[in-house]
């Protein structure tokens, strides 16, 4: 058998004239390529259709497009009533309900009637692509093509060859992405392929710290957004996807690595959505959309005492950089050595918590403030408190911090603060699709940054941070939690230790 999608000639049949479909219809005729549309609801094409219209009428009045090439555009695509009429395609691509039995159906049906060498490739999300070509006569034609939401607008497509794909179908099957003009990257077929499975950390981490109370959502976002430089928060994020649809695939990826801890979803997110609290869709989520602005402080109320005029600084990673932050708001820092009788007490520990810390150093927990430099992000800071930090060296703390109209974020005791949690895990789950050879090292970080929109990939997050301090957060997390799902990978260790990028393949 040899697959070929490069004949100019070549017909694409769509199923499933959905929110999928009909924008991977567009895509392949805007790609100038006679496209077939097919569903089984009665004018669901025709909706599609009048919808693709609309939208590209918006691209002309907008001149991104002239009326003629939309006309064309308009008619290379064809709505079909039967599967008899898709037999000249030379691929399929369904994009239908997401049920095993129904998608094994229609290729088993079409695979009757299509060419020898026509591939069938699958939109699924969470469903193998092995297992819906093993339904088939000639699994080896079938493949796995994941689009985006919206297609038109998301560059990013995951091939995925199934295990019994002839060994011509990801090769063909990329060569036809590049054809439309999207970026092709390739995956092995294994739960959430590369892009769902690494937005396992933003949204579960985050809600791990808000249920333990450590910071509100709100917070949480804030501090991802202008610290970290995140473009959405993981909570508005949440209520933009719908928590019934995000729950579901934090569900389904943790069930299908057998409950594997790092994958762990929330509890409470699960009592949310069976309260409704879905997000946009439902006008209520971790925020409200009914009335225009209902959302709580950027931090817990802080009784802002004068600025002191000394400190002590512990005289570990990062303690340098602080006494430099506050030295701009006139404090003079004494860096190690015995604290003075009285003043606040500065920490910036990785990954373990400011009670930790203090103890490991011997200071008064009363007196004692933790800062996360991690990263240095300055755009937002972070203290957090020991359970006996006294209220006026937090204000003291807060009014040295926040003195250059920095903003600040207080938050209560946890190892790894916000922003080093995160961070720490969306490295390690991105080590982890490495380690398990689910995509090259480099298609890792593409896929993240085309599909999650992060502001780097997550192994160039790693190396930006540095690999050896990610596992030392950690390890600290690890260390005080003992809870597996902060195990580093070796992917990240064994980079960490040799002191190479966490890009560098084996
Ligand atoms: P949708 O519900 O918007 O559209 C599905 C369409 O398929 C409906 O119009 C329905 O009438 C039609 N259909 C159902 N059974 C059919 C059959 N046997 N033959 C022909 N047509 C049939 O669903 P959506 O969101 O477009 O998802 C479609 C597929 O794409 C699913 O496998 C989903 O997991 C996957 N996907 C969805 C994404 C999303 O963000 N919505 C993103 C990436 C993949």
Redesign the pocket.
């Known amino acids: 058998m040899a697959i070929d999608l490069s004949k100019p000639d070549l017909i694409v049949a769509v ?9 991977i219809a567009q895509v392949s005729a805007q790609a100038g390529l006679t496209t077939l549309l ?4 009665d004018g ?1 094409v025709k909706t ?1 259709i009048a919808a693709i219209d609309r939208g590209l009428e918006g691209l002309v009045a907008k001149e991104r497009m002239t009326a003629a090439a939309k006309q064309d555009v308009l008619n290379r695509l064809n709505s079909i009533n039967s599967l008899d009429e898709a037999k000249g395609a030379g691929i399929v691509i ?6 095993l039995k ?2 094994r ?2 290729f088993r049906e079409l695979e009757k009637r299509l060419s020898a060498d026509a591939v069938l490739a ?6 193998s692509v092995t297992e819906i070509a093993a339904g088939c006569e000639k699994p080896g034609r079938v493949g796995g093509l ?4 919206p297609p038109p607008l998301m560059r990013l497509v995951e091939v995925i060859g199934g295990l019994r794909s002839d060994p011509t179908v990801v090769p063909a099957l990329v060569g036809f992405v590049k054809r439309i003009n999207k970026h092709p990257i390739v995956a092995t077929d294994t739960p959430g392929f590369v892009v769902n499975h690494a937005g396992r950390a933003y949204g579960p981490e985050a809600l791990r710290i808000v249920s333990q109370g450590i910071a509100s959502a709100r917070e949480v976002d804030l501090l991802m957004k202008e610290a970290a430089g995140f473009r959405m928060g993981p909570f508005e994020l949440l209520d933009l996807v719908g928590g019934d ?1 995000a729950h579901a695939v934090m569900v389904s990826i943790f069930e299908q690595y057998f409950d594997d801890p790092i994958y762990q979803p929330s509890a409470n997110m699960a009592v949310r959505v069976a309260g409704g609290l879905l997000g946009r869709k439902s006008k209520q989520g971790f925020y409200s959309y009914e009335k225009p602005e209902t959302s709580g402080p950027a931090t817990v109320a802080v009784s802002t005492q004068a600025i002191p005029k000394s400190v002590w600084i512990a005289d570990e990673d990062g303690g340098r950089d602080l006494a430099q932050w506050l030295s701009v708001a006139g404090v003079k820092s004494e860096l190690g050595g015995k604290p003075a009788s009285s003043g606040p007490c500065f920490v910036t520990p990785l990954g373990e918590d400011a009670s930790s810390a203090c103890v490991r150093l011997n200071l008064e927990p009363a007196r004692t403030v933790a800062v996360d430099m991690f990263g240095r992000f300055s755009g937002r800071r972070t203290l957090m408190t020991t359970p006996l930090t006294h209220a006026e060296t937090l204000g003291a703390a807060f009014a040295a911090l926040s003195d250059d109209k920095t903003p600040a974020t207080v938050i209560k005791d946890s190892p790894g603060f916000v922003v080093q949690r995160m961070l720490a895990m969306i490295v390690n789950v991105g080590t982890r699709i490495a380690e398990l050879r689910i995509a090259a090292p480099a298609d890792i970080d593409t896929a993240v940054e085309l599909g999650l929109n992060y502001p780097k990939g997550p192994l160039a997050f790693g190396d930006a941070l540095g690999g050896a301090q990610v596992l030392t957060v950690l390890d600290g997390i690890f260390a005080i939690t003992h809870d597996p799902k902060y195990r580093a990978t070796t992917w990240l260790r064994r980079r960490a230790k040799l002191g190479i990028s966490l890009l560098a393949p084996d």
């Open positions: 199923f499933g004239a959905g929110t999928m479909g009909r924008g097919f569903d089984s609801t669901a599609a369904e994009a239908i309900v997401e049920d129904v998608k159906e229609l699958t939109n699924t999300s969470s469903l994941h689009f985006f939401n649809v």
